[in-house]
């Protein structure tokens, strides 16, 4: 089996910085994608960063250049910097990895962690 396992979350003011990391383990051949997303009680959840494996970026317009999304393929870990925080960050953060558990899956499922709160207080 696959698993992804977030860490990094808290509480932090408004300004300050966290940084997020996710590891994934089990049974994994290749992984193309990797990213992160964030999602509020009510709504939907959203797209906060993914990155490539060849390490091709693309953000969220909110994010307005305070995050920055990272990944180490040799860990298969994937990391998100967060700065500048604001109290609308303030969010339940998955990561998510797009896998391929062995060479005869012609495509890669997506996998998800369990969430890690992101509190941000005014």
């Known amino acids: 089996q696959v698993q992804l396992v977030e860490s990094g979350g808290g509480l932090v003011q408004a300004g300050g910085s966290l940084r997020l990391s996710c590891a994934a383990s089990g049974r994994i051949f290749s992984i193309n994608d990797m990213g992160w997303h964030r999602q509020v009680p009510g709504k939907q959840r959203e797209l906060v960063a993914t990155?490539?494996?060849?390490?091709?970026?693309n953000y969220a317009d909110a994010i307005e250049g305070r995050f920055t999304i990272s990944r180490d393929n040799a860990k298969n870990t994937v990391s998100l910097q967060m700065n500048s925080l604001k109290p609308e960050d303030t969010a339940v953060y998955y990561c998510?990895?797009?896998?391929?558990?062995?060479?005869?899956?012609?495509?890669?499922?997506?996998?998800w962690g369990q969430g890690t709160q992101v509190t941000v207080s005014s």
């Open positions: 998510s990895a797009d896998i391929r558990r062995t060479f005869i899956e012609r495509r890669p499922n997506t996998y």
């Open positions: 990155i490539t494996s060849g390490g091709i970026t």
